[in-house]
């Protein structure tokens, strides 16, 4: 795709300063952007790029003030984030999906699959799946018995879904991810050896619900574990049987979350942390990355640090003097002599 | 699967205490339970919901005392969870497998598969592997030459099992799980440039042993990795080159074994804990979430927490403290301002 | 294979001491090797093992003293685990290749496939990508769109190589691996929602990189996420979008590095490691497994270590205090106690 700035400018209302008919044919960052490249300045440490940078046209904030003279042509914007979403969405391809259903795929009889979806080789579909309308599943993936994508939805290379799980509409899936695979249940004999209890439930995703790459969603043992509708789960995400994560939470990687807990809406779950099982946090909590939460929380909106986690500046001030403790028992210590030596005195 | 509260009863010889024909069409949870489904109350935290429950009947302990009214029909047993595993069981079909070998499989001429597996479409085995009585492998999955796999395990959907590494019988390994991948082994060179340590061992996992989805157990540098009988490892775990996890010890979810760590038997690994390498783990060992073993425990039975791991009872005592650090530096502000005072006081 | 003592010294120029015809049929490690397999002393502390080994010969430093008497027979070398890689290598088959490339693959035919490419059954390889010389692609991955295997290149059975990436040659990726999955990237609109924004960005990895499996390397959101040559990346990781790692950095199993932070040289990443978005970590830096780092590092060669890292040795001094934070409590509580007596004193 090669449009001019003037075209841009039109998609994304802004306003030109500088050549309206230079050619764009691709988006850059504007510390490495490249001739024929558009960029933008959104967080302003980057501004000094801006002075600098090869980019034919760079998209700005509607009231940016230059401070220095300026070689590439601005684009002037109401909101730079949303102008760069509606840029990117038009000239990103995505990865080219399946034309239609392949040939080679081993759809159940009894599966039920609506003839818009488009399907790509290797695709293994059990007896009593439902694909819907428009859904797209790349090459190289599994969707189990009794199981539900709902319409639009795409499962990139790789997906497994396994049996008796519902994914909602508009719902994206990375590659690698396992959904529905079984809850870690066990009862320990007598002789201290473990017996797998059965995990009868299944999984049910919302609506517009994104999940990254190599995650695993385990079923629910009895009843289901749910991720609600516009969660948005990254990469390496462990869900745990019958956890609950709420409408519009967002999980970055690597987070894991144990059995029975349930996570509110518009929720922020950083990196690494991990959530105890039977746990109950309410909605809009932020948890700080690698935080472990060992309690429910009290109250929505509250901001969650350490591990155990506790309040978030309540962890940086501890945390502040945890890195002078050395130097705290050194005053101690100094105290400790200065009573000896009053003691001393006083007894003399 | 519709069956009577009578029928279920003598299934798990409980005594009811109700309607004996009512219908059961599934398990559901106390809490949220719809009419025709059977529940259970084990933990007692859970005791409010017996008194509301939409449940038909609700399994009890033998000696239960209900202090309220209730609607539903109790089935008195006496051990709960045994009673539940054994109607799940019942109750659970699971993911169907295959119903015999595929013809979209590359088995190698060279390959043994006994007759009685059953094998799903685009599944490879390699030459010198064999397949033994009653496995199940579903689709998707690798073999590779000269590993075995035991009788009446199962692979789930997207299993990679790389060459020479043997798996033993009633093993469960879940989804898109990767074992015998190459240990992690690089030599440095004169221009602190890696060069690879070529990995010639093996992984060799006993019976009974069931290895959560997206796992990956590194095959030994020489020698094998083992993961012994009865172990239990949940999803997204990281098992290394030459690691040793011992007979009936649980690992929950991201949890990571460096290289040539010893594990003892019956040990309770939390999720997110990491151990570092070349360390001994003694038997009965347990260790708490997102903790970090940095060497080897002294006894067996051991509790252990923190980054890096001390005991379980003293990190929390440390951390209690932790939690205060900022009110105890000013307790220390004031002892050295009161010093001060008396020892101006005692020049006097 | 099976070869001489005499044959194996010859190959890693050694020198015997004992029998020169022994027959060796593999290696072994010192502590459990068995009769004609051939083993190695490299860490001093495994010294003891060498008087009792079932070893049939043993590498050992050319300037070894055998402090006791030996049954097994000596190979000197100036570089223990130089000569063991050289051998490992010689004893090593690994995972069979593909010997062509499959009849059961879907090449689009805008793909580019150098005839001496192996690629084994069920690979989808799509329209654009090209498959440089020698490359083995094991069976069941994915190559998309536009992109590029170099020379020599090996990738593991189930591997997902998303549209737009470019893997360098004689590189190694491990097996269920994504690479160019979608970056994390959402915009919040007024009601709180997350809208996607397209991510455009490709995935860039130089030569002589090394990838383990069920890693996840998503795609930038504007410009590529780069691996830099001769980068080492263990099992489990993830590479947010616009990440670059450097050269000849290596990162151990389950770390993660968040958004556009920018990894050096010659880095070590301990296991369980984040590392936050927008962060620059200068070359030579070590950071201690677990750690969560917070800030840009501020000088080459740093030891970092806790969550929020700090210097190694800052980190473990404060928590030496730390694990005996209850007992300082009791100094502080105890002078106080003395304080008042004190005060008491000098007021009469």
Redesign the interface.
């Known amino acids: 795709m090669e449009v001019t700035v003037e075209k841009i400018a039109q998609l994304v209302q802004g306003r030109i300063e500088g050549n309206h008919q230079a050619f764009i044919i691709?988006?850059?960052?504007i510390e490495?952007?490249a001739e024929g490249q558009l960029?933008f300045l959104g967080n302003p440490k980057y501004e000094p790029y801006l002075y600098t940078t090869q980019a034919t046209a760079v998209l700005v904030q509607e009231n940016f003030k230059a401070r220095k003279p300026l070689s590439t042509t601005l684009i002037r914007v109401p909101d730079v984030?949303?102008a760069?979403?509606i840029l990117?969405?038009a000239?990103?391809?995505?990865?080219?999906a399946p034309t239609d259903i392949?040939s080679?795929v081993?759809i159940d009889d009894e599966a039920e699959v609506d003839p818009s979806a488009r399907i790509?080789?290797?695709v293994?579909i059990?007896?009593g799946a439902r694909i819907e309308k428009g859904v797209v599943i790349?090459?190289?993936s599994?969707i189990?018995?009794q199981s539900v994508i709902g319409e639009n939805t795409r499962l990139?290379?790789?997906v497994?879904i396994?049996?008796g799980c519902s994914i909602g509409s508009h719902c994206?899936i990375?590659?690698?991810s396992?959904i529905g695979?079984?809850g870690?249940g066990?009862?320990k004999n007598g002789k201290?050896?473990?017996?797998?209890?059965?995990?009868?439930g299944g999984v049910v995703i919302g609506d517009?619900v994104?999940i990254?790459?190599?995650?695993?969603i385990?079923r629910g043992?009895?009843?289901d574990t749910r991720i609600e509708t516009?969660a948005?789960l990254?990469?390496?995400i462990?869900i745990?049987h019958?956890v609950t994560v709420g409408k519009?939470t967002?999980i970055?990687?690597?987070a894991?979350i144990?059995g029975s807990t349930k996570v509110g809406s518009?929720c922020m779950i950083g990196?690494?942390v991990?959530i105890?099982g039977h746990l109950e946090i309410k909605d809009h909590t932020h948890i700080q990355?690698?935080s472990?939460v060992a309690s429910s929380s009290k109250q929505s909106g509250e901001k969650l640090y350490g591990?155990?986690a506790?309040s978030y500046s309540?962890y940086l001030?501890?945390?502040?003097?945890?890195?002078?403790?050395?130097e705290?028992?050194r005053?101690?210590q100094s105290?400790?002599q200065?009573?000896e030596k009053?003691?001393i005195?006083?007894n003399h």
Chains 1, 2, 3 share one sequence.
Request: negative net charge; proline residues 5%.
């Open positions: 691709g988006p850059g960052r490495d952007a960029s984030y949303l760069l979403g990117l969405e000239f990103d391809s995505g990865l080219p392949s080679q081993f790509g080789p290797n293994q059990q007896a790349d090459g190289q599994f189990g018995a990139y290379p790789g497994k396994l049996h994206i990375h590659s690698n396992v695979s079984d870690f066990f009862s201290g050896e473990f017996e797998k209890i059965k995990q009868t517009n994104e990254g790459a190599n995650c695993t385990d043992s009895i009843g516009g948005k990254d990469n390496l462990q745990a019958n519009h967002v970055a990687a690597q894991g144990a518009h990196g690494q991990g105890v990355a690698q472990g591990t155990p506790i309540n001030r501890s945390y502040a003097v945890f890195r002078n403790l050395p705290q028992m005053r101690i105290l400790e200065e009573i009053l003691k005195q006083s």
